[in-house]
């Protein structure tokens, strides 16, 4: 796989922090090539509501063929069944994760799979 379509790497996460090579976000949106800050209002993501198929299909766009779900430290963020739905009527293979499970399981696939992921860094 080839730099540019690498996911990029987590180098450092703790609570309400994230960073790749060179960027530092709270909750990050991370693709095939790219990273950036994961903003919920354009989705209308919450705690309750969970995480949105649009903000599934920024990732997939982006060439993403397999998708982590991060549910944050405490797994307080839900996802919504709309995108789990979306996620299987579309043969894409996604891991629903703890936030630190979510990391170390991204890191293991970014080197031999086209990996995007939602990283929530608090709760």
Same mark, same amino acid.
């Given at each position: 796989?080839? /730099?540019?379509t690498r996911?990029p790497?987590?180098?450092? *996460?703790?609570?309400? !922090?994230?960073e790749?090579?060179? +960027? #530092?976000?709270?909750d990050?949106r991370?693709? /095939?090539? &790219?990273?950036?800050?994961?903003d919920?209002? $354009?989705?209308?993501t +919450? %705690?309750?509501?969970?995480?949105? /198929? $649009?903000?599934v299909?920024? *990732? @997939? $766009? !982006?060439?993403?063929? #397999?998708?982590i779900?991060?549910?944050?430290? %405490? $797994?307080r963020? &839900? #996802?919504?069944p709309?995108t *789990? +739905?979306? @996620?299987k009527? &579309?043969?894409?293979t996604? %891991?629903v994760a ?5 990391? !170390? *399981?991204?890191?293991?696939? !970014? &080197?031999?799979q086209?990996v995007?992921?939602? #990283?929530h +860094?608090?709760?």
């Open positions: 796989m080839s /730099p540019q996911s790497r987590i180098t450092y *996460l703790s609570w309400g !922090r994230l790749t090579d060179g +960027s #530092v976000f709270k990050a991370l693709y /095939p090539g &790219g990273a950036e800050e994961w919920w209002n $354009e989705t209308g +919450s %705690h309750d509501a969970g995480i949105q /198929p $649009e903000d299909e920024k *990732l @997939l $766009e !982006r060439g993403a063929t #397999v998708v779900l991060s549910r944050g430290f %405490h $797994e963020l &839900g #996802v919504a709309e *789990l +739905s979306m @996620l009527e &579309g043969g894409i996604a %891991h703890q936030t630190e499970e979510a990391a !170390r *399981l991204y890191d293991e696939l !970014r &080197g031999t086209k995007g992921a939602l #990283v +860094s608090t709760c």
